[in-house]
């Protein structure tokens, strides 16, 4: 069992700066794909960033490209989301995922290939 525990989270304005954090229990984690998803209100669960075992690939949603940045340090069983240039349509709750496969490309963005999920952290960016 993996359990997930994200923070970092929090209340900013526009334009600014969060770095969310994700930190696993478990000995494997340098083994699993890590992704970062979002849930605003009254919508679906998105797809945000995913990192590869490695971190030799990255996968972002297109609204973030260029905005966010996904890495990892498997020495201290912990992903990171740092979240730049932010703007209220990315406020949500924050969802760290744990997948026990690999994925390549478009599977990395998929719900169903994450075994293990955190609770969430809420991002609210003001205008």
């Known amino acids: 069992q993996v359990q997930l525990v994200e923070s970092g989270g929090g209340l900013v304005q526009a334009g600014g700066s969060l770095r969310l954090s994700c930190a696993a229990s478990?000995?494997?984690?340098?083994?699993?794909?890590m992704g970062w998803f979002r849930q605003a209100p009254g919508k679906e669960r998105a797809f945000v960033a995913a990192?590869?075992?490695?971190?030799?690939?990255?996968y972002y949603t297109d609204s973030v490209k260029d905005r966010f940045t996904i890495s990892r340090d498997n020495a201290k069983n912990t992903v990171y989301l740092q979240m730049n240039s932010l703007k209220p349509e990315d406020t949500a709750v924050y969802y760290c995922?744990?997948?026990?496969?690999?994925?390549?490309?478009?599977?990395?963005?998929?719900?169903?290939?994450?075994?293990?999920w955190g609770q969430g952290t809420q991002v609210t960016v003001s205008s």
């Open positions: 995922a744990a997948g026990v496969r690999g994925c390549v490309g478009s599977y990395c963005t998929l719900r169903s290939r994450y075994n293990y």
């Open positions: 990192i590869t075992w490695n971190g030799d690939s990255t």
């Open positions: 478990g000995r494997t984690f340098s083994s699993y794909t």
